[in-house]
T-cell receptor
């Protein structure tokens, strides 16, 4: 079956621009996570959705970052006024439910801020 | 604070030899522990998890891991390494009692030498 998909696979933008990154989770998965992975590092938690609501957004680094999941399926990570330090691979993962279930990861979106 | 440590950035092992990739963790409560593998240009893939029960957990592709509460470790092992096991391995932990965040280690690059 279809796995988690993320679009675009690569995004190059200029400092100060706004970007949106999309995640399509596995159908029926209620839990959705966003992570950021910098070179040589492990994934860093950003935000977790259970259904439509952001159950935990404590990992968002500042108020330039925002994510939505209006219908409990597709999610969009939004970054305003991008900075060069935002350059990373942004990973999305979904899970049948939270807690002890493994997460299924998408291939990621590589964001480069020039 | 919750954290995961993978003390080795790089592990090299000859094909057919046993392999170990180390992981230690720190949580305030009881841990959920996971191993993921990342192949080049691919998303993270789940290998195995420890939630409760037997300390020795068996997973995909012949991998296993042993939960050691006293040493707060969850080392990944395989009795006989294959060249195709060469990849980047990540350990992750979630504290059962607090929050929804999964904490990932910085990863260990495994190279199996033919």
């Amino acid at each position: 079956g279809a796995g988690v998909s993320q679009t675009p696979s690569n995004k190059v933008t200029e400092k100060g621009k706004y970007v949106e990154l999309r995640c399509d989770p596995i159908s029926g998965h209620t839990a959705l996570y966003w992570y950021r992975q910098s070179l040589g590092q492990g994934p860093e938690f950003l935000i977790y959705f259970q259904g439509t609501g952001a159950a935990d957004d404590s990992g968002l680094p500042n108020d330039r970052f925002f994510a939505v999941r209006p219908e409990g399926s597709v999610s969009t990570l939004k970054i305003q006024r991008t900075e060069r330090g935002d350059s990373a691979v942004y990973l999305c993962a979904s899970s049948p439910q939270r807690g002890n279930n493994e997460q299924f990861f998408g291939p990621g979106t590589r964001l480069t801020v020039l | 604070a919750q954290s995961v440590a993978q003390p080795e950035d790089q592990v090299n092992v000859a094909e057919g030899n046993p392999l170990t990739v180390k992981c230690t963790y720190s949580v305030s409560g009881n841990p959920y522990l996971f191993w993921y593998v990342q192949y080049p240009n691919r998303g993270l893939q789940f290998l195995l998890k420890y939630i409760t029960g037997d300390n020795l957990v068996k997973g995909s592709y012949g991998f296993e891991a042993e939960f050691n509460k006293s040493q707060t470790s969850f080392h990944l092992k395989k009795p006989s390494a294959l060249v195709s096991d060469s990849a980047l391995y990540f350990c992750a932990v979630r504290d059962m009692n607090t929050g929804n965040q999964f904490y990932f280690g910085t990863g260990t690059s495994l190279t199996v030498i033919p």
